[in-house]
């Protein structure tokens, strides 16, 4: 007998669902264990950022501003959209006002594609008129998107999936899945050059979601010659919340061949997914930009990471190491018997560059305003012995000096515990900020 419960755990702060076996009494059983991290978010602080020019910086740094105020914004449209969402009944009904902050969304989703299509060098002033006629309550709790916080889930990779693979003429109808979808959805309706962006809910069991969209179902419908992109990270343990919009899409007589699905990585759906939700994944058109393909192997030079870090390492030697994955235990003397445990699929996305300057660490730690809170507590880590020199932040990428990782022997064991002891310390004194501290 399998038995399923779902837990949330109001403090993890880095797992999308993270899925635990255990037995009992023969009974084997599956925990599934969600991150639950939120943000209040000053509305009108965001509507003030939109009327502010860039901060003066690198047009690297200004792009990454742009981005993190698109992240923001989604945060905010996810935020009024799933309070709609409660109040109607669990159900997506069309909404003037959630279309009008949609559509600051996009114009903000817009911006980035302009800055990052031309190499940074051109960047539209456009949201922040529309977003002053917006009526937003002063502050909302909007979910931290997870991808742009810890895996390396580039918006602009969207917007260039979707810009090498533009619908046929016709209506061209984008779909985001709340939460992170909301933002990723405005990136493929600028690369799809459509203004026609909608988001939806997905309910009920984690592995067999449905949808309630009547209205925009029934809008769809009316089009002929419709093509429909449906955006979110994943698929998951299920793909069943994609699973739910083309079942909501087929319910209202739209066609397989007018759907298009713009997920996070290549992977079918995990363990738990139904015949249905590998249908789905097997049958429907995917468009997926890798992250090498977007800023690692490009051959276009403002778009590498490589290039981005360059100030701060030189030029690379040679092309970057991939250390991500359990990789960097590559790097040891141990033979792989020996190799330290690591969880493969939480691990940060990380690279080596060579330089005539020597080696170093490009870390991901996070886009947007959580990559610049992260970084300030590295800089302060850095600076008080805790952790190896920090160097700066680019676009989610820390750069650090690489230190070879010491043999494993009696002395350097004993000093271990101390030290974790006085880190865990050092962090519960000088960062009460529950979102920063980590060390309760």
């Not at 602009?156 to 619908?167: C, G």
């Not at 909501?248 to 007018?258: C, E, K, M, S």
């Not at 030189?314 to 250390?323: E, V």
């Not at 515990?417 to 501290?437: C, E, K, T």
């Amino acid at each position: 007998m399998v038995s399923r419960k779902r837990h949330r755990a109001k403090h993890v702060s880095q797992s999308t669902g993270t899925a635990v076996r255990y037995s009992t009494a023969g009974e084997q059983s599956l925990m599934l264990v969600y991150g639950d991290a939120v943000r209040r978010i000053d509305c009108h602080e965001w509507q003030e950022k939109l009327r502010e020019p860039p901060t003066p910086g690198t047009l690297l740094e200004q792009h990454a501003e742009r981005v993190a105020r698109l992240i923001e914004g989604g945060q905010i449209a996810q935020a009024l959209a799933d309070a709609a969402f409660r109040e109607a009944g669990k159900r997506d009904l069309d909404n003037a006002k959630m279309q009008d902050i949609l559509n600051v969304v996009l114009l903000l989703a817009q911006d980035v594609a302009t800055s990052w299509k031309t190499g940074f060098h051109s960047i539209r002033e456009t949201a922040a008129a529309p977003s002053a006629k917006l009526h937003l309550p002063p502050t909302v709790t909007g979910r931290e998107p997870e991808g742009y916080a810890f895996y390396a889930l580039y918006p602009e990779a969207f917007f260039e999936a979707a810009r090498e693979a533009r619908p046929p003429l016709g209506p061209s109808y984008v779909i985001g899945i709340r939460s992170i979808g909301t933002s990723l959805a405005a990136m493929v309706a600028a690369g799809w050059a459509t203004q026609l962006l909608y988001s939806v809910r997905p309910r009920g069991h984690p592995f067999g979601r449905e949808i309630s969209s009547p209205d925009l179902m029934q809008r769809i419908a009316r089009d002929e010659n419709a093509t429909v992109g449906i955006v979110d990270e994943g698929p998951g343990l299920s793909g069943s919340s994609f699973a739910a919009v083309v079942n909501g899409l087929r319910g209202a007589g739209i066609p397989d061949r007018a759907m298009r699905l713009y997920p996070s990585h290549f992977g079918l759906p995990g363990a738990e997914s139904s015949s249905n939700s590998c249908a789905v994944f097997a049958n429907i058109q995917r468009h997926i930009m890798p992250i090498e393909k977007l800023i690692i192997d490009t051959p276009i030079e403002a778009h590498r990471l490589a290039h981005w870090v360059e100030d701060l390492t030189g030029p690379a030697l040679r092309p970057l190491i991939d250390i991500s994955g359990g990789k960097w235990r590559e790097l040891r003397n141990d033979p792989p018997a020996r190799w330290p445990a690591c969880d493969l699929q939480q691990e940060r996305r990380k690279y080596i560059l060579d330089s005539e300057r020597g080696r170093f660490l490009l870390k991901f730690i996070g886009l947007g305003n959580v990559g610049v809170q992260k970084a300030a507590l590295a800089q302060r880590l850095s600076a008080s012995g805790f952790a190896p020199a920090f160097l700066g932040l680019r676009h989610g990428f820390t750069v650090e000096r690489w230190l070879d990782a010491p043999s494993a022997t009696p002395s350097t064991r004993g000093a271990l515990l101390p030290f974790i002891a006085r880190y865990l310390g050092y962090r519960s004194v000088h960062f009460r900020d529950a979102q920063m501290n980590g060390a309760d």
